[in-house]
């Protein structure tokens, strides 16, 4: 699930880059192109790092184990939130250019990082809940307003109504969904 929405983010992202950076565009192509890497950027990307900070970042802060691993992700999550701020800010074509490949090449890095040894070591020290961690993720990866913790064990459930509370902003609204609170969704 995360793996693949990881992969997806970065086949949609390359072309973007690409237009961007390896084709000789005219001046309205070339703002066109920057607008909707810009956009991009800003939209799924930072998505996907404010997702991953508060699913898995979170928890996987609290063990000792990847307690600098994840120091060193949030570093590199701030430097391209630094890069794509940069990015929306340029007009100059050289500069938005090689803003684009250093976005691409450490979203890249980034994403491995987390593929080989971020999930595979949640998996082993959260005792089989990665399967909520990571639909948490694909919760607020996609926004959605509702929690369904339909799948998550009744015992269980209210830790993660909780948590999703404990990560909304002032005034933000959110529905848990699950066959006892709603019968009709059963």
Known sequence: MIRAGQQRLLAALRPKVALLTKLELGADAREAALATLADFCTGPVRRHLNATDQALYAPAAGFPETRLLIQAL??????????IDTLTRTDDAHRAKAIAQSIDAHLTTHLTVEQT?????????????????????????DDAAALDVTGVPHDRRRLHVLARYSRM???????PASPACCPGNA
């Not at 949030?74 to 890069?83: E, G, H, I, K, S």
């Not at 040894?117 to 990866?141: Q, R």
């Not at 902003?169 to 529905?175: H, K, L, N």
Request: proline content about 2%.
């Open 117 to 141: 040894v971020l999930l595979p070591a949640l998996a082993a020290l959260t005792d089989g809940e990665f399967a909520t961690l990571a639909a948490d993720f694909t919760t607020l990866f």
């Open 74 to 83: 949030r570093t590199a999550a701030a430097a391209l939130d630094q890069d």
């Open 169 to 175: 902003a002032r005034g933000e609204a959110s529905t």
